[in-house]
């Protein structure tokens, strides 16, 4: 399995409601990343886990939360979102701290 | 064709042509780059990657050279197909578990 499989593939949510982004690998990556990609830009480093903790948080708001449940596993919990959030949130494994990443194929998530 | 990535964010090539997509990167320090193909509803897939202690690297059509005088990338494409047409970024690598992308360079390939 050569995959970083994400899902939802699209998600449309309320400013009151709590939802969570869900991300898997199974290529025995150790360090799993979340970024945010709005349209028509380059993506954004939110979050870093690197052996299931978490390393870097880029100044990203509290209405973000990372989890690392397992070395397969990551989510990203999400909670009283504002319109602006609205964004593609992708997901990215690497083998170790210096190699490319690979990307999953993103949430497309929509705040209402 | 040729871009200058940041100040011409489309490059329109006819199949067949050669490409050469920008990228100006902002650290002096960074030392591991890597070329990314973005196509719509996909999230960016790897193409090549070169570290600070090179200056070229081919790949299967594609070659990256790295002028760390100036701080600046390129991708090559040769023989350009249609399938080629997508969004390409740079990132820099600045650090342990850092990549920060460029603005990107959308590759438009005419039949």
């Known amino acids: 399995d050569t995959e970083v499989t994400q899902t939802p593939k699209h998600l449309v949510m309320g400013m009151t409601n709590k939802k969570s982004l869900k991300c898997e690998q199974h290529?025995?990556?150790?360090?799993m990343y979340w970024y945010k990609q709005k349209a028509k830009k380059p993506p954004e480093l939110m979050f870093v886990?690197?052996?299931?903790?978490?390393?870097i948080n880029e100044s990203v708001p509290s209405r973000f939360s990372p989890e690392c449940p397992n070395s397969s596993l990551l989510n990203l919990h999400l909670h009283a979102l504002q319109p602006e959030d609205s964004a593609l949130y992708l997901c990215?494994?690497?083998?170790?701290?210096?190699?490319?990443?690979?990307f999953g194929s993103g949430t497309r998530l929509t705040v209402v | 064709g040729e871009s200058v990535g940041l100040h011409l964010p489309t490059l329109s090539v006819q199949e067949g042509d050669n490409s050469i997509i920008n990228c100006a990167y902002s650290?002096?320090?960074?030392?591991?780059f890597i070329w990314y193909k973005q196509e719509s509803g996909k999230g960016p897939q790897f193409i090549i990657d070169?570290?600070?202690?090179?200056d070229k690297r081919q790949g299967q059509r594609v070659t990256v050279l790295l002028n760390k005088t100036v701080k600046h990338l390129s991708l090559q494409i040769a023989a350009t197909q249609p399938g080629d047409s997508a969004v390409y970024f740079c990132?820099?690598?600045?650090?342990?578990?850092?990549?920060?992308f460029g603005s990107g360079t959308k590759l438009n390939v005419k039949p």
């Open positions: 990215a494994s690497s083998q170790d701290q210096d190699s490319g990443y690979t």
């Open positions: 290529m025995g990556h150790r360090a």
């Open positions: 886990y690197s052996y299931e903790k978490l390393s």
């Open positions: 650290n002096s320090a960074s030392d591991y």
């Open positions: 070169i570290r600070s202690n090179m």
């Open positions: 990132a820099e690598n600045m650090d342990f578990n850092k990549f920060y």
